[in-house]
Protein backbone atom coordinates (compact mmCIF):
# COMPACT_ATOMS: atom_id res chain seq x y z
CA UNK A 1 0.00 0.00 0.00
CA UNK A 2 1.28 3.58 -1.12
CA UNK A 3 1.87 6.11 1.55
CA UNK A 4 1.86 9.41 0.15
CA UNK A 5 1.81 12.22 2.86
CA UNK A 6 0.53 14.92 0.93
CA UNK A 7 -2.23 14.64 -1.53
CA UNK A 8 -3.63 17.18 -3.86
CA UNK A 9 -7.58 17.03 -5.05
CA UNK A 10 -8.93 18.30 -7.59
CA UNK A 11 -12.49 18.43 -6.92
CA UNK A 12 -14.95 20.07 -9.14
CA UNK A 13 -18.80 20.20 -8.80
CA UNK A 14 -21.65 21.25 -10.26
CA UNK A 15 -21.86 24.71 -8.62
CA UNK A 16 -18.07 25.37 -6.96
CA UNK A 17 -14.63 23.78 -7.78
CA UNK A 18 -11.78 23.57 -5.45
CA UNK A 19 -8.31 22.58 -4.85
CA UNK A 20 -7.92 20.58 -1.65
CA UNK A 21 -5.05 19.37 0.13
CA UNK A 22 -5.08 16.12 2.19
CA UNK A 23 -3.14 15.26 5.17
CA UNK A 24 -3.38 11.50 4.64
CA UNK A 25 -1.83 10.59 8.15
CA UNK A 26 -4.89 12.63 9.73
CA UNK A 27 -6.81 12.66 7.20
CA UNK A 28 -7.93 16.20 6.90
CA UNK A 29 -7.70 18.74 4.71
CA UNK A 30 -5.35 21.17 5.40
CA UNK A 31 -5.60 23.90 2.66
CA UNK A 32 -8.57 24.49 0.34
CA UNK A 33 -9.33 26.97 -2.91
CA UNK A 34 -12.42 26.99 -3.48
CA UNK A 35 -13.88 28.61 -7.33
CA UNK A 36 -17.39 29.24 -8.83
CA UNK A 37 -17.59 26.34 -11.78
CA UNK A 38 -19.66 28.73 -14.15
CA UNK A 39 -21.51 28.28 -17.33
CA UNK A 40 -20.80 30.37 -20.06
CA UNK A 41 -24.16 30.75 -22.07
CA UNK A 42 -22.56 31.15 -25.39
CA UNK A 43 -22.42 29.49 -28.77
CA UNK A 44 -22.19 26.98 -29.51
CA UNK A 45 -24.20 25.90 -26.35
CA UNK A 46 -23.81 26.40 -22.54
CA UNK A 47 -20.55 24.86 -21.38
CA UNK A 48 -18.45 24.39 -18.63
CA UNK A 49 -15.37 27.29 -18.57
CA UNK A 50 -12.35 24.70 -18.79
CA UNK A 51 -9.92 27.44 -19.40
CA UNK A 52 -10.94 29.37 -16.32
CA UNK A 53 -10.80 25.75 -13.93
CA UNK A 54 -7.30 25.09 -15.61
CA UNK A 55 -5.80 28.12 -14.12
CA UNK A 56 -7.10 28.07 -11.31
CA UNK A 57 -6.12 24.33 -10.75
CA UNK A 58 -2.64 25.27 -11.95
CA UNK A 59 -2.32 28.01 -9.25
CA UNK A 60 -3.71 26.24 -6.51
CA UNK A 61 -1.26 23.06 -7.13
CA UNK A 62 1.60 25.56 -7.80
CA UNK A 63 0.68 27.29 -4.30
CA UNK A 64 0.35 24.15 -2.51
CA UNK A 65 3.82 22.79 -3.43
CA UNK A 66 5.08 25.64 -2.26
CA UNK A 67 3.18 25.83 1.42
CA UNK A 68 3.74 22.25 1.93
CA UNK A 69 4.81 19.92 -0.57
CA UNK A 70 2.40 17.67 -3.46
CA UNK A 71 3.57 13.36 -3.13
CA UNK A 72 0.53 12.37 -5.32
CA UNK A 73 -2.88 13.98 -7.07
CA UNK A 74 -6.19 12.69 -7.35
CA UNK A 75 -9.42 14.07 -8.76
CA UNK A 76 -13.32 13.68 -8.11
CA UNK A 77 -15.84 14.98 -10.00
CA UNK A 78 -19.47 15.78 -10.42
CA UNK A 79 -21.21 13.16 -12.86
CA UNK A 80 -23.40 13.41 -16.31
CA UNK A 81 -20.38 15.15 -18.41
CA UNK A 82 -18.51 13.74 -21.38
CA UNK A 83 -15.48 15.11 -22.96
CA UNK A 84 -14.57 14.68 -26.24
CA UNK A 85 -10.22 15.06 -27.32
CA UNK A 86 -9.02 15.81 -30.20
CA UNK A 87 -5.72 14.53 -31.72
CA UNK A 88 -3.84 16.96 -29.84
CA UNK A 89 -5.68 16.16 -26.57
CA UNK A 90 -7.37 19.50 -26.95
CA UNK A 91 -11.02 19.82 -26.83
CA UNK A 92 -13.19 18.58 -29.98
CA UNK A 93 -15.95 20.95 -28.82
CA UNK A 94 -16.48 22.66 -25.74
CA UNK A 95 -17.90 20.64 -22.32
CA UNK A 96 -21.34 20.55 -22.62
CA UNK A 97 -23.80 21.86 -19.80
CA UNK A 98 -25.63 18.45 -18.60
CA UNK A 99 -28.84 20.62 -18.01
CA UNK A 100 -29.01 22.19 -21.26
CA UNK A 101 -31.87 20.60 -22.83
CA UNK A 102 -30.58 20.00 -26.55
CA UNK A 103 -30.11 16.56 -26.53
CA UNK A 104 -34.02 16.08 -25.49
CA UNK A 105 -34.45 17.46 -29.20
CA UNK A 106 -33.33 14.25 -30.50
CA UNK A 107 -34.90 12.54 -27.83
CA UNK A 108 -36.77 10.32 -30.45
CA UNK A 109 -33.90 9.08 -32.40
CA UNK A 110 -31.65 8.38 -28.97
CA UNK A 111 -34.24 5.92 -27.62
CA UNK A 112 -34.31 4.20 -30.70
CA UNK A 113 -30.73 2.97 -30.24
CA UNK A 114 -30.15 3.20 -26.67
CA UNK A 115 -29.41 0.19 -24.46
CA UNK A 116 -32.06 -1.22 -21.98
CA UNK A 117 -32.11 -0.78 -18.62
CA UNK A 118 -31.62 -4.69 -17.83
CA UNK A 119 -28.04 -4.59 -19.60
CA UNK A 120 -27.04 -0.82 -18.04
CA UNK A 121 -28.93 -0.02 -15.31
CA UNK A 122 -29.08 3.24 -16.14
CA UNK A 123 -33.48 4.88 -16.14
CA UNK A 124 -33.88 7.34 -19.06
CA UNK A 125 -33.34 10.68 -17.92
CA UNK A 126 -34.03 14.30 -19.12
CA UNK A 127 -31.48 16.86 -20.52
CA UNK A 128 -27.92 15.45 -20.86
CA UNK A 129 -28.19 13.49 -17.63
CA UNK A 130 -27.51 10.30 -19.89
CA UNK A 131 -23.82 10.74 -21.20
CA UNK A 132 -24.84 8.84 -24.52
CA UNK A 133 -28.17 11.51 -25.56
CA UNK A 134 -25.29 14.12 -24.97
CA UNK A 135 -22.86 11.98 -27.52
CA UNK A 136 -25.86 11.31 -29.35
CA UNK A 137 -26.83 14.80 -29.72
CA UNK A 138 -23.39 16.38 -30.11
CA UNK A 139 -22.49 14.35 -32.85
CA UNK A 140 -25.28 15.05 -34.86
CA UNK A 141 -25.65 18.64 -34.69
CA UNK A 142 -22.15 20.12 -34.55
CA UNK A 143 -20.53 19.97 -38.56
CA UNK A 144 -17.15 18.06 -38.52
CA UNK A 145 -17.51 16.58 -34.74
CA UNK A 146 -16.85 13.10 -35.81
CA UNK A 147 -13.79 13.75 -37.89
CA UNK A 148 -12.60 15.41 -34.78
CA UNK A 149 -12.85 13.66 -32.63
CA UNK A 150 -9.34 11.70 -31.23
CA UNK A 151 -10.62 10.21 -27.88
CA UNK A 152 -13.75 10.34 -25.54
CA UNK A 153 -12.94 10.32 -22.13
CA UNK A 154 -14.90 10.72 -18.78
CA UNK A 155 -14.80 14.48 -17.18
CA UNK A 156 -13.18 13.23 -14.06
CA UNK A 157 -10.42 11.47 -16.54
CA UNK A 158 -9.96 14.51 -18.72
CA UNK A 159 -8.27 16.48 -16.11
CA UNK A 160 -5.85 13.38 -15.66
CA UNK A 161 -5.57 13.50 -19.26
CA UNK A 162 -4.47 17.22 -18.93
CA UNK A 163 -2.11 16.72 -16.46
CA UNK A 164 -0.36 13.54 -17.40
CA UNK A 165 -1.25 13.55 -21.22
CA UNK A 166 -2.72 9.89 -20.85
CA UNK A 167 -6.31 9.60 -22.16
CA UNK A 168 -8.18 7.25 -20.42
CA UNK A 169 -11.99 6.63 -18.62
CA UNK A 170 -12.93 5.47 -15.26
CA UNK A 171 -15.72 3.24 -14.16
CA UNK A 172 -17.47 4.61 -11.31
CA UNK A 173 -18.33 7.95 -14.20
CA UNK A 174 -19.17 5.46 -16.72
CA UNK A 175 -21.32 3.54 -14.91
CA UNK A 176 -23.53 6.62 -13.10
CA UNK A 177 -26.38 6.54 -15.88
CA UNK A 178 -24.67 7.32 -18.90
CA UNK A 179 -25.83 4.10 -21.12
CA UNK A 180 -22.31 3.45 -22.14
CA UNK A 181 -21.46 0.71 -19.55
CA UNK A 182 -22.70 -2.63 -18.17
CA UNK A 183 -21.92 -2.54 -14.92
CA UNK A 184 -23.33 -6.91 -14.50
CA UNK A 185 -20.19 -7.52 -16.81
CA UNK A 186 -17.82 -4.74 -16.28
CA UNK A 187 -17.45 -3.36 -19.99
CA UNK A 188 -18.74 -0.97 -22.58
CA UNK A 189 -22.33 -0.97 -24.09
CA UNK A 190 -23.31 -1.36 -27.39
CA UNK A 191 -24.02 2.58 -27.30
CA UNK A 192 -20.79 3.41 -28.22
CA UNK A 193 -20.47 1.29 -31.25
CA UNK A 194 -24.09 2.61 -32.38
CA UNK A 195 -22.90 5.72 -32.51
CA UNK A 196 -19.70 5.29 -34.76
CA UNK A 197 -17.35 5.98 -31.63
CA UNK A 198 -16.57 2.66 -30.56
CA UNK A 199 -12.66 2.93 -31.57
CA UNK A 200 -12.24 6.61 -29.77
CA UNK A 201 -13.73 5.51 -26.22
CA UNK A 202 -10.52 5.82 -24.12
CA UNK A 203 -9.59 2.48 -22.35
CA UNK A 204 -11.41 2.02 -18.89
CA UNK A 205 -9.27 2.43 -15.39
CA UNK A 206 -10.22 1.00 -11.64
CA UNK A 207 -10.34 4.64 -9.61
CA UNK A 208 -7.33 3.31 -7.61
CA UNK A 209 -5.07 2.97 -10.77
CA UNK A 210 -1.99 5.34 -11.13
CA UNK A 211 -2.39 6.21 -14.57
CA UNK A 212 1.08 8.15 -15.04
CA UNK A 213 3.00 11.22 -13.53
CA UNK A 214 2.43 14.90 -14.11
CA UNK A 215 4.30 16.06 -17.72
CA UNK A 216 7.77 16.75 -17.39
CA UNK A 217 6.90 20.67 -18.89
CA UNK A 218 4.55 21.32 -16.61
CA UNK A 219 5.27 19.65 -13.62
CA UNK A 220 8.56 22.39 -14.44
CA UNK A 221 6.19 24.95 -14.88
CA UNK A 222 4.75 25.05 -11.60
CA UNK A 223 7.14 23.64 -8.88
CA UNK A 224 5.92 19.87 -8.83
CA UNK A 225 8.31 17.20 -8.23
CA UNK A 226 9.43 15.32 -11.34
CA UNK A 227 7.66 12.28 -11.19
CA UNK A 228 4.60 13.54 -8.92
CA UNK A 229 1.98 10.66 -9.46
CA UNK A 230 -1.32 11.14 -10.83
CA UNK A 231 -3.99 8.81 -9.74
CA UNK A 232 -7.41 7.76 -12.01
CA UNK A 233 -9.99 9.70 -10.22
CA UNK A 234 -13.05 8.64 -9.54
CA UNK A 235 -17.28 10.54 -9.70
CA UNK A 236 -18.16 12.51 -6.73
CA UNK A 237 -20.84 10.01 -5.19
CA UNK A 238 -19.03 7.20 -5.34
CA UNK A 239 -15.96 9.42 -3.68
CA UNK A 240 -17.98 9.80 -0.82
CA UNK A 241 -19.08 6.04 -0.92
CA UNK A 242 -15.15 4.91 -0.64
CA UNK A 243 -13.90 5.56 2.98
CA UNK A 244 -17.33 3.31 3.86
CA UNK A 245 -16.09 0.38 1.39
CA UNK A 246 -12.86 1.06 2.93
CA UNK A 247 -14.10 0.65 6.62
CA UNK A 248 -17.71 -1.44 6.61
CA UNK A 249 -17.84 -5.03 5.81
CA UNK A 250 -20.81 -5.91 3.60
CA UNK A 251 -23.47 -6.10 3.68
CA UNK A 252 -24.19 -2.39 4.63
CA UNK A 253 -26.39 0.23 2.83
CA UNK A 254 -25.33 3.67 2.79
CA UNK A 255 -27.90 6.33 3.14
CA UNK A 256 -26.74 9.76 2.10
CA UNK A 257 -29.28 13.00 2.43
CA UNK A 258 -29.20 16.63 1.24
CA UNK A 259 -31.27 17.93 -1.54
CA UNK A 260 -31.57 14.20 -2.88
CA UNK A 261 -31.56 11.03 -0.64
CA UNK A 262 -29.65 8.53 -2.37
CA UNK A 263 -29.39 5.24 -0.90
CA UNK A 264 -26.67 2.69 -2.22
CA UNK A 265 -26.81 -1.13 -0.89
CA UNK A 266 -23.41 -3.38 -0.76
CA UNK A 267 -23.88 -6.52 -0.77
CA UNK A 268 -27.55 -6.57 -0.61
CA UNK A 269 -30.27 -9.08 -1.47
CA UNK A 270 -30.84 -9.62 -5.41
CA UNK A 271 -33.53 -7.72 -6.53
CA UNK A 272 -35.04 -6.60 -9.67
CA UNK A 273 -34.70 -2.96 -10.16
CA UNK A 274 -37.67 -0.38 -11.80
CA UNK A 275 -36.45 2.36 -13.22
CA UNK A 276 -39.75 3.68 -13.17
CA UNK A 277 -39.26 4.88 -9.05
CA UNK A 278 -35.97 6.09 -9.66
CA UNK A 279 -33.93 2.83 -9.01
CA UNK A 280 -30.52 2.84 -10.92
CA UNK A 281 -27.46 0.75 -10.92
CA UNK A 282 -24.00 2.64 -10.10
CA UNK A 283 -20.58 1.21 -9.99
CA UNK A 284 -18.24 1.68 -7.05
CA UNK A 285 -14.68 2.27 -6.92
CA UNK A 286 -14.28 -1.62 -6.68
CA UNK A 287 -15.59 -1.89 -10.46
CA UNK A 288 -18.62 -3.44 -8.36
CA UNK A 289 -22.98 -2.67 -9.43
CA UNK A 290 -24.24 -0.79 -6.40
CA UNK A 291 -28.15 -0.67 -6.81
CA UNK A 292 -29.23 2.56 -6.18
CA UNK A 293 -32.38 4.36 -5.19
CA UNK A 294 -33.03 8.24 -4.81
CA UNK A 295 -35.61 11.10 -3.86
CA UNK A 296 -35.58 14.57 -3.55
CA UNK A 297 -35.76 14.11 0.57
CA UNK A 298 -34.09 17.44 1.42
CA UNK A 299 -35.73 19.33 -1.17
CA UNK A 300 -38.99 17.93 0.19
CA UNK A 301 -38.52 19.23 3.95
CA UNK A 302 -37.92 21.89 2.85
CA UNK A 303 -41.05 22.99 0.72
CA UNK A 304 -42.88 21.14 3.83
CA UNK A 305 -41.44 23.21 6.08
CA UNK A 306 -41.28 26.42 4.40
CA UNK A 307 -37.24 27.08 5.11
CA UNK A 308 -38.13 26.31 8.70
CA UNK A 309 -35.57 23.53 10.77
CA UNK A 310 -37.98 22.54 13.57
CA UNK A 311 -36.94 19.83 15.91
CA UNK A 312 -40.40 18.05 17.40
CA UNK A 313 -40.58 17.93 21.58
CA UNK A 314 -41.73 14.52 23.22
CA UNK A 315 -44.79 16.12 23.25
CA UNK A 316 -44.97 16.51 19.58
CA UNK A 317 -44.33 13.24 18.72
CA UNK A 318 -46.20 11.76 21.50
CA UNK A 319 -49.43 13.58 19.87
CA UNK A 320 -48.97 12.53 16.34
CA UNK A 321 -48.49 9.03 17.37
CA UNK A 322 -51.63 8.69 19.28
CA UNK A 323 -53.64 10.12 16.70
CA UNK A 324 -52.13 8.61 13.06
CA UNK A 325 -51.09 11.84 11.67
CA UNK A 326 -49.55 11.11 8.35
CA UNK A 327 -48.23 12.28 5.47
CA UNK A 328 -48.17 10.16 1.95
CA UNK A 329 -46.42 10.65 -0.89
CA UNK A 330 -45.30 12.55 -2.86
CA UNK A 331 -44.22 15.98 -2.69
CA UNK A 332 -41.82 16.06 -5.71
CA UNK A 333 -43.85 13.44 -7.85
CA UNK A 334 -41.24 14.35 -10.57
CA UNK A 335 -38.76 11.81 -9.33
CA UNK A 336 -38.48 9.22 -6.41
CA UNK A 337 -40.42 5.52 -5.71
CA UNK A 338 -44.20 7.26 -6.14
CA UNK A 339 -43.76 9.42 -9.61
CA UNK A 340 -46.81 11.11 -10.47
CA UNK A 341 -48.27 10.39 -6.80
CA UNK A 342 -49.61 13.99 -5.36
CA UNK A 343 -49.23 14.54 -1.50
CA UNK A 344 -52.17 13.30 1.01
CA UNK A 345 -52.81 14.34 4.58
CA UNK A 346 -54.42 12.28 7.08
CA UNK A 347 -55.35 14.79 8.89
CA UNK A 348 -55.65 18.66 7.66
CA UNK A 349 -52.04 19.58 8.13
CA UNK A 350 -52.84 23.30 8.84
CA UNK A 351 -54.41 22.09 12.33
CA UNK A 352 -51.36 20.75 12.91
CA UNK A 353 -48.52 22.55 15.21
CA UNK A 354 -45.35 23.52 13.71
CA UNK A 355 -43.40 21.00 16.07
CA UNK A 356 -46.20 18.20 15.20
CA UNK A 357 -45.63 18.74 11.45
CA UNK A 358 -42.40 18.84 11.61
CA UNK A 359 -42.66 14.98 13.19
CA UNK A 360 -45.17 14.27 10.62
CA UNK A 361 -42.87 15.20 7.81
CA UNK A 362 -39.83 13.66 10.02
CA UNK A 363 -41.44 10.13 9.67
CA UNK A 364 -42.62 10.48 5.82
CA UNK A 365 -39.38 10.87 5.26
CA UNK A 366 -38.01 8.23 7.31
CA UNK A 367 -40.88 5.93 4.85
CA UNK A 368 -39.77 7.56 1.92
CA UNK A 369 -36.15 6.35 2.60
CA UNK A 370 -37.36 2.93 4.09
CA UNK A 371 -39.00 2.18 0.58
CA UNK A 372 -35.81 3.34 -1.24
CA UNK A 373 -33.92 0.73 0.82
CA UNK A 374 -36.62 -2.01 0.30
CA UNK A 375 -36.39 -1.75 -3.86
CA UNK A 376 -32.49 -2.12 -3.61
CA UNK A 377 -32.47 -5.38 -2.12
CA UNK A 378 -30.84 -3.29 1.14
CA UNK A 379 -28.83 -5.33 4.10
CA UNK A 380 -26.83 -4.89 6.91
CA UNK A 381 -26.83 -1.72 8.72
CA UNK A 382 -27.53 1.66 7.49
CA UNK A 383 -24.51 4.37 7.57
CA UNK A 384 -26.46 7.70 7.33
CA UNK A 385 -24.49 10.80 6.23
CA UNK A 386 -25.95 14.29 5.85
CA UNK A 387 -28.59 16.52 7.41
CA UNK A 388 -30.77 14.15 8.37
CA UNK A 389 -28.24 12.59 10.44
CA UNK A 390 -28.87 15.22 12.96
CA UNK A 391 -32.94 14.60 12.85
CA UNK A 392 -33.32 12.20 15.88
CA UNK A 393 -36.80 11.28 15.26
CA UNK A 394 -36.16 10.14 11.46
CA UNK A 395 -32.91 7.80 12.26
CA UNK A 396 -35.57 6.58 15.83
CA UNK A 397 -38.37 5.85 12.29
CA UNK A 398 -35.27 4.59 10.19
CA UNK A 399 -34.33 1.87 12.64
CA UNK A 400 -37.25 0.72 13.27
CA UNK A 401 -39.20 0.66 10.02
CA UNK A 402 -36.28 -1.31 8.42
CA UNK A 403 -35.21 -3.42 11.78
CA UNK A 404 -31.86 -2.59 11.17
CA UNK A 405 -29.07 -0.81 12.81
CA UNK A 406 -28.77 2.90 12.23
CA UNK A 407 -25.09 4.09 11.68
CA UNK A 408 -23.66 7.43 11.92
CA UNK A 409 -20.38 8.68 10.60
CA UNK A 410 -17.77 9.83 12.95
CA UNK A 411 -16.80 13.16 11.15
CA UNK A 412 -13.78 12.57 9.58
CA UNK A 413 -12.59 10.32 6.70
CA UNK A 414 -15.82 11.65 4.88
CA UNK A 415 -16.41 13.79 2.11
CA UNK A 416 -15.89 14.31 -1.54
CA UNK A 417 -11.80 15.16 -1.62
CA UNK A 418 -10.92 12.65 1.27
CA UNK A 419 -12.59 9.43 -0.86
CA UNK A 420 -10.34 10.69 -3.72
CA UNK A 421 -7.25 11.48 -1.61
CA UNK A 422 -7.74 7.35 -0.04
CA UNK A 423 -7.73 6.35 -3.86
CA UNK A 424 -3.89 6.87 -3.33
CA UNK A 425 -3.51 4.23 -0.69
CA UNK A 426 -4.34 2.04 -3.79
CA UNK A 427 -6.54 -1.36 -4.35
CA UNK A 428 -6.88 -3.54 -1.24
CA UNK A 429 -6.55 -0.47 1.44
CA UNK A 430 -8.51 -0.83 4.19
CA UNK A 431 -9.87 2.12 6.98
CA UNK A 432 -9.91 1.11 10.70
CA UNK A 433 -12.11 3.90 11.72
CA UNK A 434 -15.35 2.82 12.72
CA UNK A 435 -18.73 4.85 12.76
CA UNK A 436 -21.24 4.61 16.10
CA UNK A 437 -24.31 2.90 16.52
CA UNK A 438 -27.63 4.91 16.57
CA UNK A 439 -28.83 4.17 20.47
CA UNK A 440 -32.20 1.53 20.11
CA UNK A 441 -35.51 3.06 21.74
CA UNK A 442 -37.44 1.79 24.30
CA UNK A 443 -39.84 -0.66 23.55
CA UNK A 444 -43.08 1.58 24.46
CA UNK A 445 -41.42 4.07 21.47
CA UNK A 446 -39.99 1.20 19.21
CA UNK A 447 -43.81 -0.57 19.28
CA UNK A 448 -45.42 2.87 18.54
CA UNK A 449 -43.03 4.03 15.44
CA UNK A 450 -43.06 -0.28 14.36
CA UNK A 451 -47.05 0.41 14.35
CA UNK A 452 -46.56 3.38 12.52
CA UNK A 453 -44.94 2.48 9.59
CA UNK A 454 -47.14 -0.56 9.26
CA UNK A 455 -49.89 1.69 9.03
CA UNK A 456 -48.39 4.14 6.79
CA UNK A 457 -47.37 1.04 4.35
CA UNK A 458 -50.75 0.10 4.42
CA UNK A 459 -52.58 3.86 4.05
CA UNK A 460 -49.98 4.52 1.17
CA UNK A 461 -50.41 1.34 -0.30
CA UNK A 462 -54.25 1.79 -0.38
CA UNK A 463 -53.50 5.53 -2.19
CA UNK A 464 -52.11 4.04 -4.96
CA UNK A 465 -54.64 1.68 -5.69
CA UNK A 466 -57.22 3.94 -5.67
CA UNK A 467 -55.57 6.31 -7.85
CA UNK A 468 -54.85 3.41 -10.05
CA UNK A 469 -58.53 2.35 -9.89
CA UNK A 470 -59.83 5.81 -10.90
Same mark, same amino acid.
Given at each position: ?????????? #???????????????????????????????????????????????????????????????????????????????????? %????????? #??????????????????????? =?????????????????? $?????????????????????? &???????????? #??????????????????????????????????? %??? =??????????????????? +?????????? $?????????????????????????????? &??????????????????????????????????????????? &????????????????????????????????????????????????????????????????????????????? +??????????????????????????? $?????? &??????????????????????????????????????????
Amino acid at each position: MSTYRHVAVI #DIGKTNAKVALVDMQTLTEIDVRTTPNTVLDTPPYPHFDIDHLWDFILEGLSTFQKTHGIDAISVTTHGASIVLLDAAGGLAVP %VLDYEHEGP #DRLAAEYDAIRPGFESTGAPRLP =MGLNVGAQLHWLLRTVPG $LRERVAKVVTYPQFWVARLTGI &ACTEVTSLGCHT #DLWEPEIGRFSNLPAQLGIADRMAPAYLATDKVGP %VLP =MLAQAIGLAPGTPVFCGIH +DSNASLYPHL $LALKSPFTVLSTGTWVIAMAIGGQATRLDP &ARDTLINVNALGNPVPSARFMGGREYELLMRGENVAPTTDDIE &AVLSCGAMLLPSIVPESGPYQGRRPEWTVRGASLAQGERAAVVSLYLAMMAETCLSMIGAAGPTLTEGPFARNQLFL +DMLAEATGRPVLLSCGSATGTSIGAAL $LTRGAG &ATLSEKPRVHPPLDLSRAHALQSYAKDWRQACGSQIAAAHSA
